[in-house]
T-cell receptor
């Protein structure tokens, strides 16, 4: 079946630095990918919709200058958390639409210290 | 307001026992309903997807039901195994332009020996 690969699985960074998370569709082309954020014991919250070759669409309340999304190819979308702060610590998950529905990446645990 | 409510919030059962998780939704217009299994620190993995006309769908020991009239769904797990310990998320999709996935908060299932 369709596989979405997400890297890294976990990352620890210092406050003020930037972190890039990659999301790749391994055996299919994904014109649209989605980025979610999940806090402990909470639902996945959609942050933005990433469109290949065009600007991402951000959900209300999500700072586009802080969470930079690039979808330069049909198989790769990246989320960069810029000038990270401890409150950005969370679990970030990407997904892509496939013929079978939505396939999710394995997630990235970001800890900002 | 489109919402998905799941119950119970958490559940502990003995290995080998059966259990049923509930999902009530107020999403309209309804497109489909999915159940996902999310292991701790991992992305969600699809278990079942049901459209308006489907009442029951099985995937191994997992059986999902859908009552579109009462807007309720259940996920029944038979002969539980330790590896079933995870969060089970109900996700309802609305028929509208763009992304319209509404996530429940999930039910955390713990299977003990």
């Amino acid at each position: 079946g369709a596989v979405v690969s997400q890297h890294p699985s976990w990352v620890i960074c210092k406050s003020g630095t930037s972190v890039k998370i990659e999301c790749r569709s391994l055996d299919f082309q994904a014109t649209t990918m989605f980025w979610y954020r999940q806090f402990p014991k909470q639902s996945l919250m959609l942050m933005a919709t990433s469109n290949e070759g065009s600007k991402a669409t951000y959900e209300q309340g999500v700072e586009k200058d802080k969470f930079l999304i690039n979808h330069a190819s049909l198989t790769l979308s990246t989320l960069t958390v810029t000038s990270a702060h401890p409150e950005d610590s969370s679990f970030y998950i990407c997904s892509a639409t496939t013929t079978g529905g939505y396939t999710f990446g394995s997630g990235t645990r970001l800890t900002v210290v | 307001k489109n919402q998905v409510e799941q119950s119970p919030q958490s559940l502990i059962i003995l290995e080998g026992k059966n259990c049923t998780l509930q999902c009530n939704y107020t999403v309209s217009p309804f497109s489909n309903l999915r159940w996902y299994k999310q292991d701790t620190g991992r992305g969600p993995v699809s278990l079942t997807i049901m459209t308006f006309s489907e009442n029951t769908k099985s995937n191994g020991r997992y059986t999902a039901t859908l009552d579109a009239d009462t807007k309720q769904s259940s996920l029944h797990i038979t002969a539980s195994q330790l590896s079933d310990s995870a969060s089970y998320i109900c996700v309802v999709s609305a028929k509208q332009a763009g992304t319209a996935l509404i996530f429940g908060k999930g039910t955390t299932l713990s299977v003990s020996s």
